[in-house]
């Protein structure tokens, strides 16, 4: 039958396929049932055979004239477009932010006046140096991009998870990432800073050290991408409909509150599972548990950024949420996870120059570099100009410009006129002086120089104030973070460097990484003009574990079971789970499942191997004695409650699970709860981690 007849005649692939006359050896696919559709070319013709290439004969040479074979292989062979630059490692959701409390009268931005509008958002979370292959949990920055499709144009805030950057000025951009990514001879690692070229930079650049204080703390490993704080970093301007400007931060702040891993945990989710943050945003929104952030700001004006200790206008320096408290605006919820991946969350383009009306940029030298670099890459990266008309790029409102042509034209632009001024037509569009996006008219004098403004020079102070401002178990975290890393570092001398600007921070925090790093001999302090200060409050606000909040919503409970597990207890916590929102996944030896005491199937949601404890926020063990002891002799089980004991999880266990726990080192403290009911370690759980574990289980140095 000729192709086009078979296209009229037939509505589906089925009907297709049965009235096709199969290839010998060739079967009927079977297919999910249902009615489906006809599969075209990408010029729209009908496919009669998917299966088979056009050959000479039935054992002979391709034939070049096979259109559908050579169009599929080409559309393949380019299914890559560069990956960024930085950030390759990113996954996105929709949504939407609402204004709660309108900011009339500071900024003329719609977005920001209309309380209650919903505006549609795409969110972009990432990574920054590891490739787009790389794992989820690597130790990094998180991106935080938030793109807003408001009624008077695309407004980005281009964040990350840290409110402060390694830089003060963009000049320094690239050699930061080249430091930080792949050593270019040897084309690893990836995915890390614990490398030699990253110190090195990193002990020759004390503007860094405050960020270096950061990213070796647990901001940099989260939980999840569902409890990360977000910041736009950068002080931006708000103006009114007076031209008035009010300098502002942005922060979003995460309803369920922030959360970490911890480091060795970290290191074997990247095995256990790469796309653990993914999987985790994937399956919340999947499930109806959509994540929420709240907008706050941070609003002052001139005589605060007078009188504030340090520049406003630079990046490597936040202000304490103590000293100027946020006011909460709106929140975002994201609802929807994308249709596919690549055209949304790949090839959505951020910009730092995508702003509305009533929001503008200050003379911060690193956002004034990025308002170069963003548009700038995408070109590169999606080919051309015009990918603004992609529609996860397309704005939410009219263009019209006089911009024409250039690779993948989607819009057919009518009429003569492509120029302005002009007069044969009258529709063509007009600049608007009253609506239109309008500078803040800073003013501007003095020499043009290459000079960092003198206002820019402490580099420790906020270094030793976060450092200060963590709670106990995460400054330990950070110290260890640091000999990690540094021991990592095959160069010695670059080792000492780091330890040599650390005691610009603080004598005792250098001492203590000297110490883990096995460091002999006194540490040389690298000279510096501006010591850190030592006065500065300490800002409760920047800890996570002094501001966590407590509860199991969402989190994961691993349930270990094996033929002879008790299925009433099974069902009793899970039960009791459900009630506070916590869900229960059941790791067995077998994913077919396990056969309970009472004859029932218990159901796996993943085999031992497979279900790593590291993938769970706290672990029951329910097991009967036979279970026990036959899992004792289970490496994969014997690591699975070792592991979650080492690392800080509330462990539940039944009386009869003991041999396994033995056999695992766990050693009862308040964390393990054997023999009780699922409430009581439900309870313990919502209060997090065991952090007073920890000395019992790794060295603090
Ligand atoms: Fe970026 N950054 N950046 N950056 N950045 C990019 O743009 C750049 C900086 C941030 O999910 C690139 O589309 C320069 C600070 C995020 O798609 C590129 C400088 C902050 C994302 C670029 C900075 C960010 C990017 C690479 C120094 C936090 C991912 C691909 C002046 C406030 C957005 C791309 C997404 C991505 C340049 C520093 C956040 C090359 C030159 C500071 C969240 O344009």
């Given at each position: 039958?000729?192709?086009?007849?078979?296209?009229?005649?037939?509505?589906?692939?089925?009907?297709?396929?049965?009235?096709?006359?199969?290839?010998?050896?060739?079967?009927?696919?079977?297919?999910?049932?249902?009615?489906?559709?006809?599969?075209?070319?990408?010029?729209?013709?009908?496919?009669?055979?998917?299966?088979?290439?056009?050959?000479?004969?039935?054992?002979?040479?391709?034939?070049?004239?096979?259109?559908?074979?050579?169009?599929?292989?080409?559309?393949?062979?380019?299914?890559?477009?560069?990956?960024?630059?930085?950030?390759?490692?990113?996954?996105?959701?929709?949504?939407?932010?609402?204004?709660?409390?309108?900011?009339?009268?500071?900024?003329?931005?719609?977005?920001?006046?209309?309380?209650?509008?919903?505006?549609?958002?795409?969110?972009?979370?990432?990574?920054?140096?590891?490739?787009?292959?790389?794992?989820?949990?690597?130790?990094?920055?998180?991106?935080?991009?938030?793109?807003?499709?408001?009624?008077?144009?695309?407004?980005?805030?281009?964040?990350?998870?840290?409110?402060?950057?390694?830089?003060?000025?963009?000049?320094?951009?690239?050699?930061?990432?080249?430091?930080?990514?792949?050593?270019?001879?040897?084309?690893?690692?990836?995915?890390?800073?614990?490398?030699?070229?990253?110190?090195?930079?990193?002990s020759l650049?004390p503007?860094?050290t405050?960020?270096?204080?950061?990213?070796?703390?647990?901001?940099?490993?989260?939980?999840?991408?569902?409890?990360?704080?977000?910041?736009?970093?950068?002080?931006?301007?708000?103006?009114?409909?007076?031209?008035?400007?009010?300098?502002?931060?942005?922060?979003?702040?995460?309803?369920?509150?922030?959360?970490?891993?911890?480091?060795?945990?970290?290191?074997?989710?990247?095995?256990?599972?790469?796309?653990?943050?993914?999987?985790?945003?994937?399956?919340?929104?999947?499930?109806?548990?959509?994540?929420?952030?709240?907008?706050?700001?941070?609003?002052?004006?001139?005589?605060?950024?007078?009188?504030?200790?340090?520049?406003?206008?630079?990046?490597?320096?936040?202000?304490?949420?103590?000293?100027?408290?946020?006011?909460?605006?709106?929140?975002?919820?994201?609802?929807?996870?994308?249709?596919?991946?690549?055209?949304?969350?790949?090839?959505?383009?951020?910009?730092?120059?995508?702003?509305?009306?009533?929001?503008?940029?200050?003379?911060?030298?690193?956002?004034?570099?990025?308002?170069?670099?963003?548009?700038?890459?995408?070109?590169?990266?999606?080919?051309?100009?015009?990918?603004?008309?992609?529609?996860?790029?397309?704005?939410?409102?009219?263009?019209?410009?006089?911009?024409?042509?250039?690779?993948?034209?989607?819009?057919?632009?009518?009429?003569?006129?492509?120029?302005?001024?002009?007069?044969?037509?009258?529709?063509?569009?007009?600049?608007?002086?009253?609506?239109?996006?309008?500078?803040?008219?800073?003013?501007?004098?003095?020499?043009?120089?290459?000079?960092?403004?003198?206002?820019?020079a402490?580099h420790y102070?906020?270094?030793?104030?976060?450092?200060?401002?963590?709670?106990?178990?995460?400054?330990?975290?950070?110290?260890?973070?640091?000999?990690?890393?540094?021991?990592?570092?095959?160069?010695?001398?670059?080792?000492e460097r780091?330890v040599g600007q650390l005691a610009n921070v603080?004598?005792?925090?250098a001492?203590?990484?000297?110490?883990?790093?096995?460091?002999?001999?006194e540490i040389k302090r690298i000279p510096t003009k501006v010591p850190a200060?030592?006065?500065?409050?300490?800002?409760?606000?920047?800890?996570?574990?002094?501001?966590?909040?407590?509860?199991?919503?969402?989190?994961?409970?691993?349930?270990?079971?094996?033929?002879?597990?008790?299925?009433?207890?099974?069902?009793?916590?899970?039960?009791?789970?459900?009630?506070?929102?916590?869900?229960?996944?059941?790791?067995?030896?077998?994913?077919?499942?396990?056969?309970?005491?009472?004859?029932?199937?218990?159901?796996?949601?993943?085999?031992?191997?497979?279900?790593?404890?590291?993938?769970?926020?706290?672990?029951?063990?329910?097991?009967?004695?036979?279970?026990?002891?036959?899992?004792?002799?289970?490496?994969?089980?014997?690591?699975?409650?070792?592991?979650?004991?080492?690392?800080?999880?509330?462990?539940?266990?039944?009386?009869?699970?003991?041999?396994?726990?033995?056999?695992?080192?766990?050693?009862?403290?308040?964390?393990?709860?054997?023999?009780?009911?699922?409430?009581?370690?439900?309870?313990?759980?919502?209060?997090?981690?065991?952090?007073?574990?920890?000395?019992?289980?790794?060295?603090?140095?």
């Open positions: 039958m000729a192709n086009e007849t078979m296209a009229k005649e037939t509505s589906g692939v089925n009907a297709t396929l049965e009235s096709h006359e199969l290839g010998k050896g060739q079967e009927l696919h079977q297919t999910a049932g249902g009615s489906h559709p006809q599969m075209t070319n990408q010029r729209g013709t009908v496919v009669s055979d998917d299966e088979n290439s056009l050959k000479a004969n039935e054992r002979g040479p391709d034939l070049l004239e096979d259109f559908f074979n050579v169009e599929k292989t080409q559309h393949f062979d380019h299914e890559r477009i560069p990956e960024r630059v930085v950030h390759a490692r990113g996954y996105g959701a929709r949504g939407h932010f609402e204004l709660t409390d309108s900011l009339a009268g500071i900024s003329k931005a719609g977005v920001l006046n209309r309380v209650g509008e919903k505006t549609p958002v795409f969110v972009r979370f990432s990574t920054v140096a590891g490739n787009m292959g790389s794992a989820d949990t690597a130790r990094d920055v998180r991106g935080f991009a938030v793109k807003m499709y408001t009624p008077e144009g695309n407004w980005d805030i281009v964040g990350n998870n840290i409110p402060v950057f390694f830089i003060q000025d963009a000049i320094k951009f690239t050699d930061l990432i080249h430091a930080a990514k792949q050593e270019p001879d040897r084309g690893f690692p990836q995915a890390q800073t614990a490398h030699d070229t990253f110190w090195d930079w990193a650049t503007e860094s405050h960020m270096l204080m950061w990213i070796m703390s647990d901001r940099a490993i989260p939980r999840s991408f569902r409890m990360i704080q977000g910041f736009g970093v950068h002080t931006f301007r708000l103006v009114n409909e007076e031209g008035k400007s009010t300098y502002v931060k942005f922060h979003w702040r995460p309803k369920l509150g922030m959360a970490s891993v911890v480091w060795d945990e970290a290191l074997k989710i990247s095995g256990a599972d790469p796309d653990f943050h993914r999987r985790d945003l994937w399956n919340a929104i999947d499930e109806g548990n959509f994540p929420e952030w709240e907008l706050g700001v941070q609003l002052f004006d001139e005589a605060f950024a007078e009188k504030f200790e340090f520049d406003v206008l630079d990046a490597t320096k936040l202000i304490p949420e103590e000293v100027l408290p946020l006011r909460i605006v709106g929140k975002m919820v994201l609802n929807k996870n994308v249709d596919n991946y690549f055209a949304e969350t790949e090839q959505v383009a951020f910009a730092t120059t995508d702003v509305v009306p009533g929001i503008d940029f200050t003379n911060d030298p690193l956002l004034q570099g990025r308002n170069l670099s963003y548009i700038d890459t995408q070109i590169t990266r999606l080919g051309g100009p015009n990918y603004e008309q992609i529609p996860v790029n397309a704005p939410r409102c009219p263009v019209m410009n006089m911009q024409r042509d250039g690779h993948m034209t989607m819009r057919p632009q009518k009429g003569r006129v492509s120029y302005s001024p002009s007069s044969l037509e009258s529709d063509t569009p007009r600049q608007d002086p009253i609506h239109g996006f309008t500078s803040f008219p800073a003013k501007e004098n003095g020499d043009k120089l290459r000079v960092r403004a003198e206002s820019f402490d102070s906020q270094a030793l104030l976060f450092f200060k401002s963590q709670a106990e178990p995460e400054q330990n975290h950070i110290i260890s973070a640091f000999i990690f890393e540094l021991s990592k570092v095959e160069t010695k001398s670059v080792r780091m603080d004598a005792t925090i001492q203590r990484v000297a110490k883990g790093l096995g460091m002999k001999g200060r030592t006065d500065l409050p300490v800002s409760d606000k920047l800890s996570i574990l002094k501001t966590m909040k407590p509860g199991v919503a969402t989190k994961q409970i691993g349930v270990l079971v094996a033929d002879g597990t008790d299925a009433a207890q099974v069902l009793a916590l899970e039960s009791a789970a459900a009630k506070m929102g916590a869900q229960v996944k059941i790791v067995a030896p077998k994913v077919g499942g396990a056969q309970a005491a009472d004859g029932s199937m218990l159901e796996a949601d993943f085999q031992l191997a497979g279900g790593s404890s590291v993938l769970f926020d706290m672990v029951f063990i329910a097991l009967s004695e036979m279970g026990a002891k036959m899992l004792s002799t289970e490496a994969a089980a014997v690591a699975w409650v070792h592991d979650a004991f080492a690392h800080l999880k509330v462990i539940g266990a039944t009386a009869e699970a003991e041999t396994l726990l033995k056999r695992s080192g766990v050693i009862v403290d308040k964390g393990v709860l054997v023999g009780g009911l699922p409430e009581a370690f439900l309870e313990v759980a919502a209060a997090g981690r065991i952090y007073s574990r920890e000395p019992s289980v790794r060295t603090v140095y």
